[in-house]
């Protein structure tokens, strides 16, 4: 591991951009992290610190930061497709589209469906024995909640080449199309009460952070941009929640009618922008910092790894709740003084147990070998499509009632836990089979 780090760390080409990487698993780091905090387990049950504490709430602008790992992957798409593009033998865009999907899911999608297939065959022994309850219960609801970020991501990778396109005949202006939108869909949402409509923003907002990472590729977001994106952002961001509809929180909180997360808000997308200003405003500096051979090699290290971590953070969280139950030890009142003395013990074996749960199943984030071969583009689209529907369906129901046909609405279609699990493996073959296949 150590040597294979250092190899990797020493034979990047001085042409990458190495904050990007930073930000990858900065941004990763920051959401588990914020999870580890959030979570307010009792012998009760499981709350939420931010409704326990509202005055914590502005903690998310700092917290929630998927925006800026949506950004790394405009970025890292728009890179990455072009390579291909230059590579292709001429008329062969549609075998490019698939080896574009395969090569870009790989390494998301091996791990996520270890983790589904691990979490699927646990869940069902655990109620074919009778259990379920308790604590059991909530995980087996809120291990899968993180999944509905791979679901965003997979609609984002899909959909790289003809937004790619759009960016590169409008620039700035294919960005601005997308905030467009989503602002109408929220007229249509809270003024007009148009039911239904707000759903388009899960498109239009992480569509249009997509976008700002295509200009950072072409190299379009300056200085003086970014200090724009930050400011008029955060400015933009703080009078939404000030004077319209708005909840301070950019996390879902339980019980709130109105939520800037799901579906995402304008508020939400000037909370991106905001980031994306400050991140870029950060990269001079950071840049300089990550040219210390040390610094560099952690990134190359946690890069290995983070989708790993990521997936199995949450389990390694409830876990130690578990064992802190079982062996009776007390749980405090969150946010009492005794709780908040005893949080650097609970993220100290909540990243011990990740460390553990990384370290079992870290190889199938590495991304197998293949050849150059021909694909079935339209037959990666479908692969992709099924995927995002099944992740997203499995965020949403998780694995509790797996047996008694328990389901939760995909926007308006009941999706089970089988069924998501289906569509999952079943998307995912597809993908594999397209970047193999041959005409």
Known sequence: ?????????????????????????????????????????????????????????????????MPVFFFVGGFSHALSYRSLLRKRPEGSEDSVYSAFLRARLQRLLRPTMVFVLVWGAAALLVQLLGGGGGLTGVTLRMVTQPLWFIGIYLAMVAFTPPLLRLHERYGWGAFAGLAGAA??????????????????????????????GFLRAGGRIRLRRAALLAGGGLVTAAALVALGPYPLSMVGMPGEMVSNMAPPTLALLAHGLWLVGAVELLRAPAARLLERPRVWRTVVAANGVAMTAFLWHLTAMFGVYGALLALDVDLPEPASAAWWAQVPLRLA???????????????????????????????????????????????????????????????????????????????????????????
């Open 1 to 65: 591991m150590g040597s294979s780090v250092r190899e990797l760390a020493g034979a990047t080409p001085a042409t990458r951009d190495r904050y990007v990487d930073l930000l990858r698993v900065a941004s990763l780091g920051a959401v588990v992290l914020g999870h580890w905090l959030m979570a307010a387990v009792t012998p009760d049950g499981v709350g939420n610190l931010l409704a326990v504490v509202p005055a914590l709430q502005p903690l998310t602008w700092l917290l929630q930061v």
């Open 183 to 212: 602002v109408a869909v929220d007229v249509l949402r809270f003024a007009a009460g148009v039911p239904y409509v707000e759903f388009l923003n899960f498109a239009f907002v992480w569509l249009a952070v997509h976008q700002l």
């Open 349 to 439: 074996l909540a990243a011990a147990l990740t460390a553990a749960l990384v370290a079992a199943f870290r190889t199938f984030e590495r991304p197998a070998a293949s050849a150059p071969v021909q694909g079935h583009g339209p037959l990666a689209a479908l692969g992709a499509t099924l995927c995002l529907l099944g992740v997203l369906g499995l965020s949403m129901v998780g694995f509790g009632g797996l047996l008694d046909g328990r389901t939760a609405l995909l926007i308006a279609i009941p999706v089970s836990a089988p069924a998501a699990v289906a569509m999952t493996l079943g998307g995912w073959l597809l993908v594999e089979r397209a970047g193999r296949r041959t005409p």
